[in-house]
Protein backbone atom coordinates (compact mmCIF):
# COMPACT_ATOMS: atom_id res chain seq x y z
CA UNK A 1 0.00 0.00 0.00
CA UNK A 2 2.58 2.47 0.87
CA UNK A 3 3.97 1.53 -2.30
CA UNK A 4 1.10 2.05 -4.53
CA UNK A 5 0.77 5.94 -2.26
CA UNK A 6 4.14 6.88 -3.37
CA UNK A 7 3.53 6.02 -7.52
CA UNK A 8 0.16 8.76 -7.06
CA UNK A 9 2.26 11.09 -4.99
CA UNK A 10 5.58 10.72 -7.12
CA UNK A 11 3.65 11.39 -10.40
CA UNK A 12 3.29 15.36 -11.27
CA UNK A 13 -0.48 15.52 -11.97
CA UNK A 14 -0.81 18.58 -10.65
CA UNK A 15 1.84 19.75 -13.30
CA UNK A 16 0.16 17.79 -16.28
CA UNK A 17 -3.11 19.18 -15.53
CA UNK A 18 -1.57 22.99 -16.20
CA UNK A 19 -1.19 21.79 -19.81
CA UNK A 20 -4.56 20.93 -20.36
CA UNK A 21 -6.18 24.49 -20.10
CA UNK A 22 -10.06 23.04 -20.27
CA UNK A 23 -9.51 21.45 -17.35
CA UNK A 24 -9.39 24.82 -15.07
CA UNK A 25 -13.12 25.62 -16.45
CA UNK A 26 -16.20 25.72 -14.10
CA UNK A 27 -19.48 23.35 -15.17
CA UNK A 28 -22.65 24.28 -13.65
CA UNK A 29 -21.03 26.61 -11.36
CA UNK A 30 -18.49 23.80 -9.90
CA UNK A 31 -14.55 23.03 -10.94
CA UNK A 32 -14.99 20.38 -13.96
CA UNK A 33 -14.07 16.56 -13.19
CA UNK A 34 -13.93 15.13 -16.43
CA UNK A 35 -13.70 11.76 -15.93
CA UNK A 36 -15.45 11.07 -19.56
CA UNK A 37 -11.72 10.00 -20.89
CA UNK A 38 -13.08 6.42 -22.64
CA UNK A 39 -15.31 8.31 -25.20
CA UNK A 40 -12.50 11.23 -25.52
CA UNK A 41 -9.58 12.62 -23.55
CA UNK A 42 -8.59 16.34 -23.24
CA UNK A 43 -5.92 17.87 -25.41
CA UNK A 44 -2.63 19.16 -23.97
CA UNK A 45 -1.81 22.79 -24.99
CA UNK A 46 0.83 21.02 -27.11
CA UNK A 47 -1.61 19.62 -29.25
CA UNK A 48 -3.38 23.13 -29.36
CA UNK A 49 -0.51 24.62 -30.79
CA UNK A 50 0.47 22.40 -32.91
CA UNK A 51 -3.14 22.85 -34.80
CA UNK A 52 -2.95 26.57 -34.50
CA UNK A 53 0.77 26.21 -35.96
CA UNK A 54 -0.10 24.12 -38.86
CA UNK A 55 -3.34 26.48 -39.78
CA UNK A 56 -0.84 29.87 -39.36
CA UNK A 57 2.41 28.35 -41.29
CA UNK A 58 1.97 25.30 -43.04
CA UNK A 59 -1.59 24.87 -44.72
CA UNK A 60 -1.04 22.96 -47.40
CA UNK A 61 -2.11 19.50 -49.41
CA UNK A 62 0.03 16.76 -48.93
CA UNK A 63 2.00 14.63 -51.14
CA UNK A 64 1.00 16.14 -53.91
CA UNK A 65 2.56 19.74 -54.52
CA UNK A 66 6.13 20.76 -55.66
CA UNK A 67 5.87 24.36 -53.79
CA UNK A 68 7.38 24.47 -50.19
CA UNK A 69 4.25 25.05 -48.16
CA UNK A 70 3.31 21.40 -49.27
CA UNK A 71 6.87 20.19 -48.81
CA UNK A 72 6.47 21.65 -44.93
CA UNK A 73 3.12 20.04 -45.01
CA UNK A 74 4.38 16.77 -46.36
CA UNK A 75 7.20 16.28 -44.08
CA UNK A 76 5.18 17.23 -41.06
CA UNK A 77 2.36 14.15 -41.83
CA UNK A 78 5.28 11.60 -42.58
CA UNK A 79 6.74 13.06 -39.34
CA UNK A 80 3.76 11.89 -37.38
CA UNK A 81 3.80 8.55 -39.19
CA UNK A 82 7.57 8.41 -38.00
CA UNK A 83 6.63 8.89 -34.75
CA UNK A 84 3.72 6.60 -34.58
CA UNK A 85 6.01 3.58 -36.05
CA UNK A 86 8.39 4.35 -33.24
CA UNK A 87 5.32 4.62 -30.79
CA UNK A 88 4.15 0.88 -31.41
CA UNK A 89 7.49 -0.38 -32.43
CA UNK A 90 6.26 -1.47 -35.78
CA UNK A 91 8.96 -2.39 -38.26
CA UNK A 92 8.01 0.34 -40.90
CA UNK A 93 6.62 3.62 -41.26
CA UNK A 94 4.47 2.16 -44.55
CA UNK A 95 2.86 -0.32 -42.25
CA UNK A 96 0.99 3.07 -40.45
CA UNK A 97 -2.50 3.58 -42.50
CA UNK A 98 -3.54 6.91 -41.43
CA UNK A 99 -7.33 6.59 -40.69
CA UNK A 100 -10.49 8.79 -39.37
CA UNK A 101 -10.09 6.70 -36.52
CA UNK A 102 -10.26 3.33 -34.83
CA UNK A 103 -14.18 2.59 -36.80
CA UNK A 104 -12.69 3.29 -40.05
CA UNK A 105 -9.03 1.09 -39.22
CA UNK A 106 -11.70 -2.17 -38.49
CA UNK A 107 -14.29 -1.03 -41.26
CA UNK A 108 -10.80 -0.99 -43.45
CA UNK A 109 -10.13 -4.44 -42.76
CA UNK A 110 -12.99 -5.92 -42.99
CA UNK A 111 -13.99 -4.48 -46.30
CA UNK A 112 -10.55 -5.09 -48.04
CA UNK A 113 -9.20 -8.42 -45.81
CA UNK A 114 -12.70 -9.43 -45.70
CA UNK A 115 -12.61 -9.32 -49.87
CA UNK A 116 -9.60 -11.51 -50.26
CA UNK A 117 -9.90 -13.75 -47.80
CA UNK A 118 -12.96 -14.35 -46.35
CA UNK A 119 -15.62 -17.08 -48.94
CA UNK A 120 -18.96 -18.47 -47.92
CA UNK A 121 -18.79 -20.46 -44.79
CA UNK A 122 -15.63 -19.33 -43.40
CA UNK A 123 -15.58 -17.69 -39.78
CA UNK A 124 -14.69 -14.63 -37.91
CA UNK A 125 -14.43 -14.46 -34.04
CA UNK A 126 -14.99 -11.73 -32.13
CA UNK A 127 -15.78 -11.86 -28.38
CA UNK A 128 -18.99 -10.68 -26.20
CA UNK A 129 -17.39 -7.54 -25.01
CA UNK A 130 -16.56 -5.99 -28.58
CA UNK A 131 -17.58 -2.18 -28.81
CA UNK A 132 -20.42 -1.37 -31.57
CA UNK A 133 -17.10 -0.60 -34.32
CA UNK A 134 -15.65 -4.27 -33.62
CA UNK A 135 -19.11 -5.95 -34.33
CA UNK A 136 -21.04 -4.03 -36.93
CA UNK A 137 -18.20 -3.95 -39.95
CA UNK A 138 -17.49 -7.74 -39.33
CA UNK A 139 -21.66 -8.56 -39.88
CA UNK A 140 -21.71 -6.37 -42.89
CA UNK A 141 -18.96 -8.36 -43.73
CA UNK A 142 -20.94 -11.95 -42.64
CA UNK A 143 -23.71 -11.14 -44.47
CA UNK A 144 -21.56 -10.08 -48.21
CA UNK A 145 -19.79 -13.08 -48.27
CA UNK A 146 -21.96 -15.83 -46.00
CA UNK A 147 -19.70 -16.41 -43.27
CA UNK A 148 -20.73 -16.74 -39.64
CA UNK A 149 -19.32 -14.28 -37.09
CA UNK A 150 -18.51 -16.70 -33.83
CA UNK A 151 -18.59 -14.88 -30.09
CA UNK A 152 -16.24 -15.65 -27.49
CA UNK A 153 -18.21 -15.88 -24.11
CA UNK A 154 -17.28 -14.03 -20.92
CA UNK A 155 -17.80 -14.77 -17.10
CA UNK A 156 -19.44 -12.80 -14.54
CA UNK A 157 -16.33 -10.85 -13.45
CA UNK A 158 -16.06 -9.68 -17.30
CA UNK A 159 -12.95 -12.22 -18.52
CA UNK A 160 -12.93 -13.90 -21.52
CA UNK A 161 -13.55 -17.43 -21.32
CA UNK A 162 -10.14 -18.52 -23.07
CA UNK A 163 -11.15 -22.11 -23.21
CA UNK A 164 -14.23 -21.52 -25.38
CA UNK A 165 -11.75 -18.94 -27.40
CA UNK A 166 -9.39 -22.40 -27.83
CA UNK A 167 -12.53 -24.39 -29.08
CA UNK A 168 -13.76 -22.01 -31.29
CA UNK A 169 -10.57 -21.87 -33.39
CA UNK A 170 -10.59 -24.47 -36.34
CA UNK A 171 -9.36 -23.92 -39.84
CA UNK A 172 -13.02 -22.06 -41.00
CA UNK A 173 -11.38 -18.97 -38.97
CA UNK A 174 -10.41 -16.26 -41.00
CA UNK A 175 -9.59 -13.67 -38.67
CA UNK A 176 -9.66 -13.09 -34.53
CA UNK A 177 -10.99 -9.68 -34.12
CA UNK A 178 -11.03 -8.75 -30.36
CA UNK A 179 -10.64 -5.93 -27.83
CA UNK A 180 -7.15 -5.26 -26.04
CA UNK A 181 -9.57 -3.27 -23.18
CA UNK A 182 -12.86 -3.33 -22.63
CA UNK A 183 -14.26 0.06 -22.81
CA UNK A 184 -17.21 -0.77 -20.62
CA UNK A 185 -15.42 -3.05 -18.39
CA UNK A 186 -12.33 -2.27 -18.38
CA UNK A 187 -10.67 -5.53 -18.59
CA UNK A 188 -7.22 -5.61 -19.71
CA UNK A 189 -7.29 -9.00 -22.59
CA UNK A 190 -4.97 -11.62 -22.71
CA UNK A 191 -3.90 -10.57 -25.75
CA UNK A 192 -0.78 -12.59 -26.23
CA UNK A 193 -2.22 -16.10 -25.51
CA UNK A 194 -5.34 -15.06 -27.88
CA UNK A 195 -2.30 -14.05 -30.81
CA UNK A 196 -0.61 -17.10 -29.99
CA UNK A 197 -3.54 -19.82 -29.91
CA UNK A 198 -4.71 -17.83 -33.28
CA UNK A 199 -1.32 -17.59 -35.24
CA UNK A 200 -1.15 -22.18 -34.01
CA UNK A 201 -3.63 -21.91 -35.72
CA UNK A 202 -2.71 -20.02 -38.79
CA UNK A 203 -5.49 -17.49 -38.20
CA UNK A 204 -4.67 -13.41 -37.75
CA UNK A 205 -5.32 -11.49 -35.32
CA UNK A 206 -6.79 -7.27 -35.32
CA UNK A 207 -6.55 -5.65 -31.86
CA UNK A 208 -8.86 -2.92 -31.19
CA UNK A 209 -6.66 -0.87 -29.51
CA UNK A 210 -9.09 2.24 -28.84
CA UNK A 211 -8.82 1.93 -24.90
CA UNK A 212 -5.35 0.15 -25.15
CA UNK A 213 -3.45 2.38 -26.51
CA UNK A 214 -3.23 5.39 -23.92
CA UNK A 215 -3.29 3.54 -20.89
CA UNK A 216 -0.66 0.15 -21.76
CA UNK A 217 2.57 0.46 -23.97
CA UNK A 218 2.40 -1.88 -27.26
CA UNK A 219 5.06 -3.40 -28.96
CA UNK A 220 3.60 -4.67 -32.09
CA UNK A 221 6.33 -6.87 -33.09
CA UNK A 222 7.07 -8.38 -29.43
CA UNK A 223 3.30 -9.47 -30.00
CA UNK A 224 3.43 -10.04 -33.27
CA UNK A 225 -0.24 -8.71 -33.75
CA UNK A 226 -1.55 -8.25 -37.68
CA UNK A 227 -3.42 -5.82 -37.24
CA UNK A 228 -3.70 -2.79 -34.45
CA UNK A 229 -6.60 -0.52 -34.53
CA UNK A 230 -6.84 2.84 -32.65
CA UNK A 231 -8.14 6.63 -32.44
CA UNK A 232 -5.74 9.70 -31.93
CA UNK A 233 -8.69 11.40 -29.89
CA UNK A 234 -8.60 8.86 -27.25
CA UNK A 235 -4.74 9.67 -26.75
CA UNK A 236 -4.52 13.32 -26.26
CA UNK A 237 -4.84 13.75 -29.58
CA UNK A 238 -7.07 15.51 -32.34
CA UNK A 239 -10.12 13.93 -33.29
CA UNK A 240 -10.79 12.72 -36.89
CA UNK A 241 -7.42 10.93 -37.14
CA UNK A 242 -6.12 7.27 -36.31
CA UNK A 243 -4.15 4.40 -37.08
CA UNK A 244 -4.55 0.90 -38.68
CA UNK A 245 -1.29 -0.85 -38.11
CA UNK A 246 -0.90 -3.74 -40.58
CA UNK A 247 1.68 -6.21 -40.70
CA UNK A 248 3.84 -5.71 -44.63
CA UNK A 249 2.59 -9.08 -45.95
CA UNK A 250 -0.85 -8.34 -44.83
CA UNK A 251 -1.28 -4.83 -46.36
CA UNK A 252 0.42 -5.97 -49.71
CA UNK A 253 -2.02 -9.16 -50.35
CA UNK A 254 -4.93 -6.65 -49.81
CA UNK A 255 -6.94 -4.76 -52.12
CA UNK A 256 -7.22 -1.01 -51.90
CA UNK A 257 -10.25 0.25 -49.39
CA UNK A 258 -11.32 3.11 -51.08
CA UNK A 259 -11.02 4.95 -54.69
CA UNK A 260 -9.96 8.17 -55.29
CA UNK A 261 -6.88 10.20 -55.29
CA UNK A 262 -4.00 9.57 -53.81
CA UNK A 263 -3.72 6.06 -53.46
CA UNK A 264 -3.35 5.29 -56.99
CA UNK A 265 0.24 5.06 -59.54
CA UNK A 266 -1.45 5.81 -63.25
CA UNK A 267 -5.44 6.55 -64.01
CA UNK A 268 -6.55 5.63 -67.32
CA UNK A 269 -10.39 4.38 -68.28
CA UNK A 270 -9.13 1.21 -68.81
CA UNK A 271 -7.22 0.57 -66.06
CA UNK A 272 -6.23 1.99 -62.60
CA UNK A 273 -2.73 0.34 -61.22
CA UNK A 274 -2.27 1.50 -57.68
CA UNK A 275 -0.20 3.38 -55.48
CA UNK A 276 2.23 1.40 -52.69
CA UNK A 277 2.15 1.16 -49.59
CA UNK A 278 0.75 3.68 -47.09
CA UNK A 279 -0.99 5.29 -50.08
CA UNK A 280 -3.28 2.09 -51.76
CA UNK A 281 -4.77 2.76 -48.50
CA UNK A 282 -4.96 6.33 -48.07
CA UNK A 283 -7.09 7.57 -50.38
CA UNK A 284 -8.13 11.45 -50.58
CA UNK A 285 -7.07 14.70 -48.86
CA UNK A 286 -6.61 13.14 -45.43
CA UNK A 287 -6.99 15.00 -42.06
CA UNK A 288 -4.11 17.00 -42.38
CA UNK A 289 -4.15 19.47 -39.45
CA UNK A 290 -5.21 16.37 -37.04
CA UNK A 291 -2.25 13.80 -38.79
CA UNK A 292 0.36 16.15 -37.98
CA UNK A 293 -0.74 17.55 -34.29
CA UNK A 294 -0.74 13.91 -33.58
CA UNK A 295 3.08 13.91 -33.15
CA UNK A 296 2.89 16.53 -30.28
CA UNK A 297 -0.20 13.66 -28.44
CA UNK A 298 2.66 11.05 -29.06
CA UNK A 299 5.72 13.41 -27.70
CA UNK A 300 3.26 14.17 -24.92
CA UNK A 301 2.74 10.81 -23.75
CA UNK A 302 6.19 9.65 -24.65
CA UNK A 303 7.88 13.04 -22.51
CA UNK A 304 6.21 11.89 -19.45
CA UNK A 305 6.79 7.80 -20.18
CA UNK A 306 4.08 5.12 -20.72
CA UNK A 307 4.98 3.17 -17.83
CA UNK A 308 4.80 5.46 -15.50
CA UNK A 309 1.43 6.90 -16.41
CA UNK A 310 0.10 3.10 -16.43
CA UNK A 311 1.42 2.93 -13.07
CA UNK A 312 -0.59 5.97 -11.96
CA UNK A 313 -3.30 5.07 -13.46
CA UNK A 314 -3.56 1.87 -11.76
CA UNK A 315 -2.95 3.17 -8.45
CA UNK A 316 -6.07 5.73 -8.99
CA UNK A 317 -8.16 3.25 -10.02
CA UNK A 318 -7.49 0.85 -6.77
CA UNK A 319 -8.25 3.92 -4.99
CA UNK A 320 -11.50 4.84 -7.09
CA UNK A 321 -12.26 1.44 -6.79
CA UNK A 322 -12.45 0.90 -2.79
CA UNK A 323 -13.62 4.60 -2.74
CA UNK A 324 -17.12 3.54 -4.42
CA UNK A 325 -17.17 -0.18 -2.99
CA UNK A 326 -17.63 2.15 0.29
CA UNK A 327 -21.25 3.29 -1.07
CA UNK A 328 -23.79 0.97 0.33
CA UNK A 329 -25.87 -0.25 -2.83
CA UNK A 330 -22.78 0.09 -5.00
CA UNK A 331 -22.83 -2.92 -7.70
CA UNK A 332 -19.55 -2.77 -9.95
CA UNK A 333 -19.98 -4.25 -13.80
CA UNK A 334 -16.60 -5.63 -14.78
CA UNK A 335 -14.40 -6.85 -11.86
CA UNK A 336 -11.46 -8.26 -14.30
CA UNK A 337 -8.09 -9.25 -12.22
CA UNK A 338 -6.91 -6.98 -14.57
CA UNK A 339 -8.01 -4.12 -15.20
CA UNK A 340 -7.34 -0.39 -16.87
CA UNK A 341 -9.07 2.98 -16.14
CA UNK A 342 -12.66 2.43 -16.36
CA UNK A 343 -14.97 2.12 -13.53
CA UNK A 344 -18.45 1.03 -14.76
CA UNK A 345 -21.16 0.80 -12.00
CA UNK A 346 -24.91 1.08 -10.71
CA UNK A 347 -26.71 2.37 -7.96
CA UNK A 348 -29.38 -0.40 -6.51
CA UNK A 349 -32.48 1.21 -7.50
CA UNK A 350 -31.71 4.22 -9.84
CA UNK A 351 -31.47 4.50 -13.76
CA UNK A 352 -27.33 5.20 -14.66
CA UNK A 353 -29.06 8.17 -16.59
CA UNK A 354 -30.53 9.75 -13.24
CA UNK A 355 -27.20 9.01 -11.25
CA UNK A 356 -25.16 10.99 -14.36
CA UNK A 357 -27.59 13.85 -14.41
CA UNK A 358 -27.12 14.31 -10.76
CA UNK A 359 -22.83 13.85 -11.58
CA UNK A 360 -23.04 16.55 -14.06
CA UNK A 361 -24.80 18.90 -12.15
CA UNK A 362 -21.40 18.57 -9.68
CA UNK A 363 -19.41 19.54 -12.56
CA UNK A 364 -18.34 15.64 -12.46
CA UNK A 365 -18.77 14.14 -16.44
CA UNK A 366 -19.40 10.88 -16.41
CA UNK A 367 -21.06 8.65 -19.18
CA UNK A 368 -24.10 6.38 -18.89
CA UNK A 369 -25.73 3.79 -21.05
CA UNK A 370 -24.79 1.03 -23.15
CA UNK A 371 -21.23 2.39 -24.39
CA UNK A 372 -21.64 1.21 -28.01
CA UNK A 373 -21.97 -2.46 -26.05
CA UNK A 374 -25.68 -3.02 -26.22
CA UNK A 375 -25.05 -7.29 -26.56
CA UNK A 376 -22.66 -7.01 -23.05
CA UNK A 377 -25.41 -4.91 -21.81
CA UNK A 378 -27.84 -7.60 -22.50
CA UNK A 379 -25.74 -10.11 -21.32
CA UNK A 380 -25.67 -8.75 -17.89
CA UNK A 381 -29.35 -7.87 -18.06
CA UNK A 382 -29.30 -4.41 -17.46
CA UNK A 383 -29.86 -0.83 -19.46
CA UNK A 384 -26.50 0.58 -18.96
CA UNK A 385 -24.10 1.32 -16.82
CA UNK A 386 -22.39 4.54 -14.86
CA UNK A 387 -18.74 4.95 -16.45
CA UNK A 388 -16.19 7.00 -15.25
CA UNK A 389 -12.89 6.62 -17.14
CA UNK A 390 -9.42 7.41 -16.10
CA UNK A 391 -6.98 9.76 -17.55
CA UNK A 392 -3.08 10.67 -16.64
CA UNK A 393 -4.55 13.54 -15.54
CA UNK A 394 -7.12 12.76 -12.84
CA UNK A 395 -6.44 12.93 -9.20
CA UNK A 396 -7.49 11.58 -5.96
CA UNK A 397 -9.69 14.70 -5.16
CA UNK A 398 -11.30 13.94 -8.83
CA UNK A 399 -12.19 10.70 -7.46
CA UNK A 400 -13.28 11.73 -3.96
CA UNK A 401 -15.68 14.39 -6.26
CA UNK A 402 -16.88 11.23 -7.88
CA UNK A 403 -17.56 9.37 -4.64
CA UNK A 404 -19.58 12.07 -2.46
CA UNK A 405 -21.63 12.97 -6.09
CA UNK A 406 -22.43 9.07 -6.04
CA UNK A 407 -23.16 8.87 -2.45
CA UNK A 408 -25.42 11.79 -2.88
CA UNK A 409 -27.34 10.80 -6.39
CA UNK A 410 -27.91 7.24 -4.09
CA UNK A 411 -29.69 9.25 -1.17
CA UNK A 412 -31.76 11.29 -3.69
CA UNK A 413 -32.86 8.66 -5.75
CA UNK A 414 -32.95 5.28 -3.73
N1 LIG B 1 -13.46 0.40 -29.91
C1 LIG B 1 -13.52 0.71 -28.62
C2 LIG B 1 -13.12 -0.31 -27.60
C3 LIG B 1 -13.93 1.99 -28.23
O1 LIG B 1 -14.00 2.30 -26.94
C4 LIG B 1 -14.29 2.93 -29.22
C5 LIG B 1 -14.79 4.26 -28.85
O2 LIG B 1 -15.27 4.49 -27.77
C6 LIG B 1 -14.19 2.55 -30.56
C7 LIG B 1 -13.78 1.29 -30.87
C8 LIG B 1 -14.53 3.50 -31.67
O3 LIG B 1 -13.62 4.56 -31.69
P1 LIG B 1 -13.84 5.79 -32.68
O4 LIG B 1 -15.23 6.28 -32.43
O5 LIG B 1 -12.79 6.78 -32.28
O6 LIG B 1 -13.66 5.28 -34.06
Not at 23 to 39: C, E, F, M, S, W
Not at 265 to 272: I, P
Request: hydrophobic residues 45%; charged residues 20%.
Amino acid sequence: MMEKTAVLEQFDVYGIRKDFPILTRTVNGKPLVYLDNGATTQKPLQVIDAIRHYYTELNSNVHRGVHHLSQLATDAFEVTRHQLKGFINAAHDHEIIITKGTTDSINLVASSFGSAFVKTGDEIIISAMEHHSNIVPWQLLCEDRGAVLRVVPINAAGELDMDAYRALLTDRTKLVAITYVSNSLGTVNPVREIIEAAHANGTPVLLDAAQAIQHIAIDVQALDVDFLAFSGHKMYGPTGVGVLYGKEKWLDAMPPYQGGGEMIKEVTFEKTTYNELPFKFEAGTPNIEAGISLAAAIGYIQDIGMDRIAAYEHGLLEYATARLLEIPGIRLIGTAANKSSVLSFLVDGAHPYDVGVILDKLGVAVRTGHHCTQPLMDWYGIPGTVRASIAMYNTREDIDTLAAGVQKAASMLV
